[in-house]
């Protein structure tokens, strides 16, 4: 769990650092020998680089360099003004990767860090030599494939409130955090436990963080009308050239695996895919053993 003094640099089998990349500096937990093939962990709402803390060590026991990156106004990363874009946060982290003394890496990315990584591997190709994802259909495959009634697009279009959303995500005592894992994960896990929502609480409740967080849905949402959301659909055209792992959650409430499924035209390259019955949204922290042997597989096929 996070100290009161610090609730990002949370102590364990790993290293923390800040690296500079595309005018700002991002927080990164990193295990594993420096001279092994890079992996780079992105995590999603509402979480930070500790949503990775079960699949970091064993990766890098496994014998690659992982690092878990904190995504621009999240965490230890820098709160920009803006920035919170899916160009600019590809750029992130192609920067990052680079900052890292690597030409490339594997990018494993949950939920918006899917996004991102679906982003990145489209438009700097060279940075990335693979892609996983989860819970995280390829961008042009995601809108489409979610129903306006569903729980993600209720989730979205509430983010667009201005000020209210950020403010109750900060303070604990709305439940909202506690709330919202605990309906996007499968029921009857154990995932979120009590110390999981204070640890992500803590780290979230820095100012402004939440409101950060939430520039990503802001975006989303109102891209769809904007230039800067046309420019993004049309770059993304290219199919994604590198392998592609896609892991889903057969009881997601938010993404069914059909969404996933959408993301197969999009891709060129070998896609594997697996659904994982009886989880949610969070496969990597409600099932953590099978998502971790799943990627080691994976990577070692590569």
Request: aromatic share 8%; glycine share 8%; with cysteine.
């Amino acid at each position: 769990m996070a100290s009161e003094a610090d609730p990002v640099a949370l102590p364990g089998p790993w290293r923390h650092r800040h690296v500079a990349a595309n005018g700002a500096r991002f927080h990164v937990a990193e295990a594993g020998p420096r001279d092994a093939p890079l992996v780079v962990l992105l995590h999603g709402f509402p979480e930070m680089w500790w949503a990775w803390r079960h699949q970091l060590p064993a990766l890098a026991d496994a014998g690659f360099r992982t690092v878990a990156m904190d995504l621009r106004g999240y965490g230890g990363s820098d709160k920009t003004p803006n920035g919170y874009d899916p160009l600019t946060l590809a750029q992130d982290v192609s920067g990052v990767v680079k900052a890292l003394g690597g030409r490339s890496a594997v990018l494993v990315g949950h939920g918006w860090g899917g996004y991102v990584a679906w982003s990145t591997a489209v438009l700097h190709a060279r940075e990335v030599s693979a892609l996983a994802v989860l819970s995280a259909p390829h961008p042009s495959a995601m809108l489409r494939a979610v129903r306006p009634s569903s729980p993600a697009a209720r989730h979205v279009l509430a983010m667009q409130v201005p000020w209210r959303p950020e403010r109750r995500i900060a303070r604990a005592s709305s439940g909202y955090l506690r709330d919202h894992l605990r309906a996007w994960s499968a029921p009857g896990g154990t995932f979120p436990c009590d110390a999981d929502v204070a640890t992500y609480q803590r780290a979230i409740a820095q100012w402004p963080s939440s409101h950060c967080a939430l520039e990503y849905h802001r975006w989303l949402f109102r891209s769809r009308l904007r230039a800067d959301g046309r420019r993004f659909r049309q770059v993304m055209r290219p199919p994604v050239a590198q392998p592609v792992l896609a892991i889903s959650g057969g009881a997601d409430p938010a993404l069914p695996p059909a969404s996933m499924a959408r993301s197969r035209r999009h891709v060129a390259g070998d896609l594997t895919e697996h659904v994982l019955a009886g989880v949610g949204h969070f496969p990597h922290e409600e099932s953590p053993s099978e998502v971790t042997a799943l990627l080691l597989a994976w990577l070692r096929s590569l």
